[in-house]
């Protein structure tokens, strides 16, 4: 008989007007696949917060707007304190397809990798005819490459927003001293390999359309150069020249 405890699952949703696809999003997520959904709504100007309660999700809210990289800090934290063993990262635009959620938690729950990321690009023409912006892809492209030959690893794709963590990666990683911005996510990838974990991702198929979140080309711009600022600290962190304080063990 197997008494190995079960993990519990936690879907965290960083919302931030949402109202018009939480509904779609929500519906998507297999039944029975995760114990609790947190949605952390970041000043929002419609009726997401109204709407997620009515829902019967565990809603915390943001009294000024904290960016996408400061309303995570947030999702995260909850997360953790309400005992999560393994978090999901969901953006509540339905972008992502949320009935792949129990093949990317098995990953971690067979301790086959400590983090997965959902990869949104298989082929060139199945992301552009997907609807993603030339411009979006080829710095997606340009910066994944960048990323695995500094990082030592082999991730199609490095700026996914579907992530899945075992919660020894948020208890280890400082992601309170990350970035509040876009650039949260790839600093905790680049946190992640400077303390160890194991890396993975897999297909994630995604839509585009109006209502989905998105960045601009300016502030695509702006996230590649912070990305580049990232893998320098890493260098120099690893080379012991000057250490970042995100790659500090939050138990130190």
């Known amino acids: 008989m197997d008494n190995q405890k079960k993990n519990k699952i936690v879907i965290i949703m960083p919302a931030y007007n949402a109202e018009k696809t939480l509904q779609d999003t929500l519906d998507a997520i297999p039944k029975d696949c995760c114990d609790e959904i947190i949605l952390v709504d970041d000043c929002s100007s419609d009726q997401t917060v109204s709407l997620a309660k009515s829902l019967g999700l565990s809603v915390f809210e943001h009294e000024t707007n904290k960016g996408y990289g400061g309303n995570q800090k947030l999702c995260y934290q909850q997360a953790l304190d309400a005992g999560a063993d393994i978090i999901v990262m969901l953006h509540p635009d339905n972008q992502y397809d949320a009935s792949l959620i129990p093949f990317f938690t098995g990953f971690i729950d067979h301790g086959v990798c400590d983090f997965m990321l959902g990869a949104r690009i298989r082929t060139r023409k199945e992301a552009l005819h997907g609807g993603m912006p030339f411009y979006k892809y080829f710095s997606n492209r340009m910066l994944t490459l960048m990323m695995n030959v500094i990082l030592g690893q082999n991730l199609a794709e490095g700026h996914s927003g579907f992530r899945v963590y ?29 303390h160890g974990f194991k890396l993975g991702d897999a297909p994630m198929p995604v839509r585009y359309f109006s209502e989905a979140s998105s960045i601009s080309f300016k502030d695509s711009s702006i996230y590649g150069l912070k990305i580049i600022s990232t893998l320098c600290k890493f260098m120099l962190t690893k080379l012991k020249i000057k250490k970042s304080k995100l790659f500090k063990d939050k138990s130190a």
């Open 166 to 194: 075992h919660r020894k990666v948020l208890e280890t990683i400082p992601f309170e001293n990350n970035a509040d911005d876009f650039s949260f996510d790839a600093e905790l990838i680049t946190q992640a390999v400077y």
